[in-house]
């Protein structure tokens, strides 16, 4: 992991501010955030409810338009691209799991997970081909023809995990991806995360308060008061 800091980030944010609201009733959520996430990591960002970190992954997203600073992914200046450029350069670079989920409900679980791919225009059978194969690996093969309403909210996550990973995204963006998962699952499921963290031209930015996953990842970085206080590294039994 140290190695890869060596290279360029894959995510560099530099001075972020972003402010909702007008006149009385303005917040400003983020007050000047520097953060990078280098290839072959997963960076954890903890930090209290309402800190801002949805709206930071938004950001990095390109989902968010920020009031000032710079973001760059994978070398692309995010905030100059027009938009539809952005959307085009998200599809095809990044998965995002949402801390809501985001799934569309007249879709059927499998539908859900190949929507990324259809985007791309890839093959209605070839999508839900792949779409059926991620829903496995999440342990949902029998839920795919299912509508998110009749699954459990563990199920829901899970296909949301799925379709944040089907286009095989080398920058994966996780808002509380265990938040609704057991024990069991969430550690499933943080393993396949990890595993995509792992490769060297893929990265991972977790958001989480949930401390039986923390030593998944190999950096911590804590969002205070609006801006990064703090970047430290995990230290795991046995890497040392
Ligand atoms: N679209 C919006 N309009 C107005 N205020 C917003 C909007 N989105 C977020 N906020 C405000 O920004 C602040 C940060 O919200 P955000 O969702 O980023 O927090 P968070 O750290 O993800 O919290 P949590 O851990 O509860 O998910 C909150 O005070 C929220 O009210
Ligand atoms: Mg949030």
Known sequence: MMDSQTQPAAVRARGIVKSFGTGDTQVTVLRGIDLDIYLGEMLLLVGESGGGKTTLLSAIAGILDIDEGDINVLGVPLSGLPTGKRTTFRGQTMGFIYQQFNLLPALTAAEN???????????????????????DRVGLNDRAEFLPKNLSVGQQQRVAIARALVNEPRLLICDEPTAAL???????????????????????????????????????????????????????????
């Open 113 to 135: 997970v190949a929507v990324p791919l259809l985007i791309q225009k890839i093959g209605r059978s070839d999508a839900l081909e792949r779409a059926q194969r991620m829903l």
């Open 182 to 240: 057991d024990g069991p699952n969430g550690q499933k499921i943080m393993e396949i995360l990890r595993e995509v963290g792992r490769s060297p031209s893929r990265c991972v930015i977790v958001v989480t308060h949930d401390s039986r996953i923390f030593h998944f990842g190999d950096r911590m970085a804590h969002l205070t008061d609006g801006r990064i206080v703090s970047i430290e590294p995990i230290v795991r039994e046995g890497t040392a």
